[in-house]
């Protein structure tokens, strides 16, 4: 078996609208799941996430690109991979006034797997003890919980995992975050997790995607994104503090006070693509640089900046209001054409 459980290269999927040109939702994107632990798939509402997971699962068929799910060709050979699959894409459908068990013996036995088996993943979710109550009464997290259970009946090589953070409360979302870490450092399971929010990718992944505007933009390892050539940010001191920022600024930097930096006060000097020009341009004035340190960046803006910079580019080619091409919220116009089963 090939070491990537996912790989799609050059997928592009849009879709028809009433008396408007058709919505591109994937724009050529290619993207690399290595096999083992737990891969983010990350990107702002609207990127992409969930029509590239339903496109994976063959729920709606790609205008075209390349899609292979353990080696096998998707949506062709997706019959021969299908049972090595478990996902839970938006929310989980159970017969609502039937238990916890009941549901999940149904899809046991539909899948010929043994009663056992329904026992182990509803310990595995912690929701044994509840197993025996109606669907209907189960709160958003325990559904939540139920529809990755049903995922992982089968035992599968990749779970698919679509927003599972969804609507949950802080508790349901730290148990869900728990059973994916789980999941991940079994070895025999590799989790693809799509969420919008950040926070509930980092704390869990090995491996991180970023999707904007239906491409991937990054990927690799959390630290790999943070050290991404991005410009950075610079504290600078210098020996003639206030004369430093008129310069810095007459030379076209944003610079703004650093807070909390200790004495003598330094300044922020944003976005810098070539630090040793901060110091000539100050050396030029005779103006003498007493420290200069590149300001690590957390993730959080990382990702603010690889989903930003690809939206604006975006936009500017397509002509499009970024808040509506940006796909902010969750509902769709009216009379779009729906895909969706
Ligand atoms: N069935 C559909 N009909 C029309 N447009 C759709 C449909 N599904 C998705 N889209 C559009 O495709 C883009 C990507 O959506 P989606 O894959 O749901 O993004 P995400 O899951 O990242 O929030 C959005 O612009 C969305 O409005
Ligand atoms: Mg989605």
């Known amino acids: 078996m090939p070491d990537a459980v996912i790989e799609i290269s050059g997928l592009r999927k ?11 939702a994937l724009d050529g994107l290619d993207l690399v799941v290595p096999r083992g632990g737990v891969h983010g798939f990350l990107g702002p509402n609207g990127s992409g996430k969930t029509t590239t997971i339903r496109v994976l699962l063959g729920l709606c068929r790609p205008d075209s690109g390349r899609i292979r799910i353990m080696g096998a060709d998707v949506p062709r050979s997706l019959p021969a991979v299908i049972s090595e699959l478990g996902a839970l894409v938006e929310t989980p459908r159970f017969h609502p006034e039937s238990s916890g068990r009941f549901n999940l013996g149904l899809l046991a036995r539909a899948g010929d797997l043994p009663p056992t088996r329904v ?35 089968g035992r599968p090589r990749l779970v698919i995992l679509d927003e599972p953070g969804n609507g949950l409360d802080p508790e349901g979302l730290r148990d869900v975050r728990d059973l994916i870490r789980q999941l991940g450092s079994q070895g025999h399971t590799t989790v693809l997790l799509s969420s919008h929010l950040l926070p509930e990718v980092q704390s869990v992944c090995d491996r991180v995607s970023v999707l904007a505007r239906g491409r991937c933009v990054a990927s690799g390892t959390v630290a790999e994104l943070l050290a991404a050539p991005g410009d950075a940010d610079l504290q600078v001191r210098a020996d003639r503090h206030d004369a430093a920022r008129a310069v810095l600024e007459d030379a076209g930097w944003q610079v703004s006070a650093m807070t909390g930096s200790g004495e003598p006060p330094s300044w922020r000097v944003h976005a810098v693509a070539d630090r040793a020009a901060v110091t000539s341009t100050l050396a030029e004035r005779r103006i003498y640089v007493t420290e200069l340190i590149p300001l690590q960046r957390d993730l959080e803006s990382a990702y603010l900046e690889l989903t930003a910079a690809h939206s604006e580019v975006a936009d ?3 002509g499009q209001a970024p808040a509506e091409a940006r796909g902010r919220g969750r509902g769709r116009a ?8």
């Open 119 to 153: 026992e182990e993943v509803l310990e595995l979710v912690g929701l044994r003890d509840r197993a025996g109550d109606a669907f209907s009464g189960y709160s958003l997290g325990m559904k939540q919980r139920l529809g990755i259970a049903a995922a992982l009946l």
């Open 316 to 318: 500017a080619l397509a």
């Open 334 to 341: 009216q009379g779009e054409e729906g895909e969706r089963r």
């Open 14 to 24: 849009s879709f028809r609208r009433r008396h408007r040109p058709r919505r591109v």
